[in-house]
């Protein structure tokens, strides 16, 4: 029967939705909206849905839907303002209307059904109303009252953002959406508008906090704050007014919440998650909650497996949402390191910055934007990004595709063998214009695993040329790069299948470290190395470069990420010295940099050398992005030719975010902020994804693992997925044939073309 007596707490469009629905599909239930507010107060003026969100509306209420179609303004074009410069893009399709006539059009639906509204009336506590009620929905928003009071329960985490921003209007339309920016004595700030109705327009203003105050816009009231927004940005106004709503400066909060319901309370839009305004999604996933909690309550056959439910359904679908979001969020706090790209370029980058926009999908909806920000790139007609060379020094990489280092735990005292030969080798072939070792190591005592290679003895050094020459004769134009390593702590452990980073439980070796700290609890504690073990140690990295360079590698990388010896110098989590060795960045940099001009000084000067970084720790008092930028900028100064860069793994209690392409963001500000080129790594999977990253500017290389793992013939695949057959990739002689893909048995039958009627 499901819930007959149902509260709903907030009187916004998730919460009257929601009681709408509910009402709809049940009439007998006895419905109550309670809302705080008048019925034509709200804040903001115009808000965005998607297609998609239309769709679950028409199918669940063609009279809502209905209405809301009669009212939308609907326009399909971007407009990108970069210092004076305007470039359009096509082909996006929004619909948007004034959230107070969206919140009229539901007021009279429920009306209709038979809710019962209750304006200018604080709701009881939540607890109350679950006493006496079926279910209790709680839609009270970002500061939802009802989330703090259960806070036990909910186990909220909300997260306040680096930039003010204030929610205005214009009393004329936008013929498209439009991003602005301004590079003001303070600091750059930015404009987000667009229609809402025939003759008005939401525009909102934004910058970062440290830029407001330096503005004195901390030190206006409300009136005075609108008529220095319509100053600054006179232009894109036309010289028309702003206005505002009692609007308020405000930062942005991200919400999100361990769980969404309580007992019969369930938590609704802002009050369960909340998603940056620059993507447009607040209206549209308190909509979407609403839709898919009145579907579970009518599916399910108890409100407990109905909540359960609506949660499951619902939270991968705002966790993808908010990664977006975030991305978006995160990408304008940082505008400043774009500032100096080609407008079309950041044109591009702009429109591409949550993930969700990628180049293909860009080139979909509008071909002839998308062909000129190639064509600024240097793109030749028909190439995709990911397929134009790439110089280190005198190594030319003919196309942008890396296969990352990938320890194989197959090595014997060192050696690579057959394993090695058939993987690398099948890589090489794969197309990729790079293809790396896995961390090879400099010292018996330096491998992570008994089956880690090494360059330590001249029997390794001649199976790695083995290597080396197959994938040069048979692949010629892929080049081969060899990571050099030192275990540090994180030595003497199990191969990964029999337990990661577990130690070895007999025919262990000493390790040592930055400090003797244990990387785990149960891990061996290393040594201390002295000053003498230090120049030792150096001596190892040196002697494996040489025996590198004669194998016929072409390139070169030092591995300091990871948690592994060099890494375990560059954190303060894990090198705790008291020497010139260890405290400030400056000193815990000293051993890798020495390390890194040892190698540099015997490697081939032609040959490009790069260095892999964790960008962070992911843990409280450990390397952070700030710290990142200056750990490249140091090694730059030094000779690096790139700067590989990944996370983590320098902690055993880390905390990463991970997502779709979630270390990318550290490797774009290191490019941006310092000119250095980047190699980007992390769950980037589809070739769409390079195309978009490289085109947008924010790397420069990217390094893939699990897709070539997957397939080892990945770019070759991308290449003919995209139709691209020119000089950025070549199929091996006895592969050609299979450059198409093979034919399959046909899947489809004929369509009816004519229904007729009974």
């Not at 319901?261 to 909509?287: C, E, P, Q, R, Y």
């Not at 080609?342 to 062909?371: K, Y």
């Not at 090695?420 to 090489?428: E, P, T």
């Not at 590989?644 to 490797?667: N, W």
């Amino acid at each position: 029967m499901g819930p007959l007596r149902v509260a709903v707490i907030g009187g916004g469009p998730g919460g009257l939705y929601a009681a709408a629905l509910l009402k709809r599909l049940d009439p007998r239930r006895d419905i109550t909206v309670w809302e705080r507010n008048a019925p034509d107060d709200t804040f903001g003026f115009g808000v965005v849905l998607s297609d998609e969100t239309l769709g679950g509306i028409g199918h669940a209420d063609p009279v809502v839907h209905a209405a809301l179609q009669a009212e939308f303004v609907r326009w399909d074009d971007i407009d990108v303002v970069h210092r004076g410069t305007r470039h359009t893009s096509g082909g996006h399709g929004f619909a948007a209307l004034g959230r107070r006539r969206l919140l009229e059009i539901l007021h009279e639906r429920c009306r209709q059904l038979g809710v019962n509204l209750r304006f200018r009336s604080p709701a009881p506590p939540a607890a109350d109303l679950a006493r006496d009620h079926d279910l209790v929905v709680a839609a009270d928003g970002v500061r939802s009252a009802t989330r703090e009071a259960h806070a036990d329960a909910f186990r909220p985490r909300v997260e306040e953002h680096r930039c003010r921003y204030i929610w205005l209007a214009a009393d004329f339309a936008f013929d498209a959406f439009r991003f602005e920016t301004a590079e003001t004595e303070h600091g750059v700030m930015q404009l987000h508008g667009y229609p809402y109705t025939g003759g008005d327009s939401t525009v909102i203003v934004e910058m970062r906090e440290e830029v407001w105050r330096a503005a004195g816009f901390d030190a206006l009231d409300a009136p005075e704050s609108v008529e220095r927004c319509a100053k600054i940005f006179t232009e894109a106004l036309g010289g028309r007014a702003l206005r505002s709503n009692n609007s308020a400066w405000t930062a942005f909060r991200t919400v999100v919440n361990e769980k969404w319901s309580h007992g019969n309370i369930v938590l609704v839009g802002d009050s369960a998650h909340t998603a940056h305004f620059s993507i447009g999604s607040g209206t549209k996933l308190a909509v979407e909650d609403a839709l898919a909690l009145a579907a579970c309550l009518q599916e399910q056959p108890t409100t407990a497996e109905a909540l359960a439910a609506y949660e499951a359904e619902r939270r991968p679908v705002v966790a993808s949402t908010q990664r977006a979001a975030r991305a978006s969020l995160e990408w304008f706090e940082n505008i400043g390191l774009y500032l100096d790209q080609p407008a079309r370029q950041f044109a591009f980058n702009l429109l591409t910055r949550s993930r969700r926009v990628t180049h293909d999908n860009l080139r979909l909806r509008d071909p002839r934007f998308t062909e000129a920000v190639e064509r600024d790139f240097g793109c030749p007609p028909g190439t995709p990004p990911m397929f134009t060379p790439l110089s280190l020094r005198d190594l030319t990489l003919r196309n942008r595709v890396v296969v990352s280092p990938m320890d194989m735990y197959s090595a014997r005292a060192g050696v690579p063998g057959d394993f090695h030969l058939v993987h690398l080798g099948a890589r090489a072939l794969g197309g990729a214009g790079l293809v790396m070792t896995e961390m090879v190591c400099v010292s018996p005592e330096g491998r992570i695993t008994p089956g880690c290679g090494g360059l330590y003895t001249q029997e390794q050094a001649a199976a790695w040329r083995r290597i080396t020459e197959f994938a040069h004769t048979q692949a010629p134009g892929t080049a081969v790069g060899v990571q050099l390593g030192h275990s540090g702590r994180k030595g003497s452990t199990k191969l990964m299948w029999e337990g990661i980073d577990e130690p070895l439980a007999e025919g262990n070796w000493p390790l040592v470290a930055a400090s003797p700290l244990p990387y785990k609890p149960g891990s061996q504690i290393p040594r201390e190395l002295t000053r003498d073990e230090l120049a030792d140690v150096r001596e190892q990295f040196t002697s494996a470069a040489l025996r590198a360079a004669d194998a016929g590698f072409d390139l070169l990388e030092l591995h300091c990420a990871h948690g592994y010896l060099l890494s375990g110098f560059l954190s303060p989590l894990s090198n705790q010295r008291t020497d010139a060795y260890g405290g400030p960045l400056a000193n815990r940099l000293r051993f890798p940099l020495e390390v890194f001009d040892a190698v540099r000084d015997v490697w081939p000067g032609d040959r490009p050398m790069t260095v892999r970084i964790s960008a962070t720790d992911w843990a409280d008092g450990g390397t952070d992005a700030d710290d990142a930028v200056e750990i490249a900028r140091a090694f730059a100064a030094h000779g690096a030719d790139a700067i590989d860069v990944s996370t983590g793994q320098v902690v055993a209690d880390e905390k990463p975010a991970y997502g779709r392409s979630y270390q990318v963001p550290f490797a774009d500000r290191i490019r941006n902020e310092t000119g250095i080129p980047v190699i980007s790594v992390g769950a980037i999977s589809s070739w769409d994804d390079v195309n978009s990253l490289i085109l947008a500017g924010r790397t420069d290389l990217c390094a893939l693992a699990r897709p070539h793992l997957y397939d080892p013939h990945w770019t070759l695949h991308a290449a003919a997925e995209q139709g691209y057959t020119g000089p950025g990739v070549a199929w091996p002689k006895p592969y050609e044939a299979g450059s198409r893909p093979p034919q399959t048995g046909r899947l489809d039958a004929p369509k009816p073309r004519l229904t007729l009627g009974g």
